[in-house]
T-cell receptor, first 114, second 111 residues
């Protein structure tokens, strides 16, 4: 069974630009969660989607948004990029809701904002 | 929100048992406790999950006291390959909970 895939793996953008990251969950998984990881803040939760609905949201500004499609694939978008948005963005999928089911993580997208 | 507190780092020699404790004083009645392991340049990997008492699988044990305000991940006979960051996660299905991973515990296994 294929694992969670994320594209692109690496991305370089400049301040003010926007970016869209993509995540394909494991087949059959209905929940997709997004996380931001930085050396200083650790692993922080962005949002969780389940059956195309946002179920949970972390403490991030409105510049961070996401969506989930009917095939459970998910995208997250960051608008008006700031230097502090440079991070590893991880996506995880699970059969059911993330907190009570095993989450399977993808390899991440490393975003660098210049 | 059941925020968690873990030690920032721990060192252990190969072959020893390692216990990592996580405090979650505000845990709610329906919250589960889950532990993840993360190696450098990889996404976290599920280790174990529990609700109360003790849970054991092929890689670890999870001890949860009756008041559930803390939990202890036990790794038997660690090897160098167990060097990683370990995260404690507390939450439940219902409500607007945040999945709070925090900065985890960096375990270094010494030969």
């Amino acid at each position: 069974k294929a694992g969670v895939t994320q594209t692109p793996r690496y991305l370089i953008k400049t301040r003010g630009q926007q970016v869209t990251l993509s995540c394909s969950p494991i087949s059959g998984h209905r929940s997709v969660s997004w996380y931001q990881q930085t050396p200083g803040q650790g692993l922080q939760f962005l949002f969780e989607y389940f059956s195309e609905t946002q179920r949970n949201k972390g403490n991030f500004p409105g510049r961070f948004s996401g969506r989930q499609f009917s095939n459970s694939r998910s995208e997250m978008n960051v608008s008006t990029l700031e230097l502090g948005d440079s991070a590893l963005y991880l996506c995880a999928s699970s059969l059911g809701l993330a907190l009570i089911n095993e989450q399977f993580f993808g390899p991440g997208t490393r975003l660098t904002v210049l | 929100l059941a925020k968690t507190t873990q030690p920032i780092s721990m060192d252990s020699y190969e072959g020893q048992e390692v216990n990592i404790t996580c405090s979650h004083n505000n845990i709610a009645t329906n919250d589960y406790i889950t532990w993840y392991q993360q190696f450098p340049s990889q996404g976290p990997r599920f280790i174990i999950q529990g609700y109360k008492t003790k849970v054991t699988n092929e890689v670890a044990s999870l001890f949860i006291p009756a008041d559930r305000k803390s939990s202890t991940l036990s790794l038997p006979r660690v090897s160098l390959s167990d060097t990683a960051v370990y995260y404690c996660l507390v939450g439940a299905e219902t409500g607007a909970n945040n999945l709070f991973f925090g900065t985890g515990t960096r375990l270094t296994v010494i030969p």
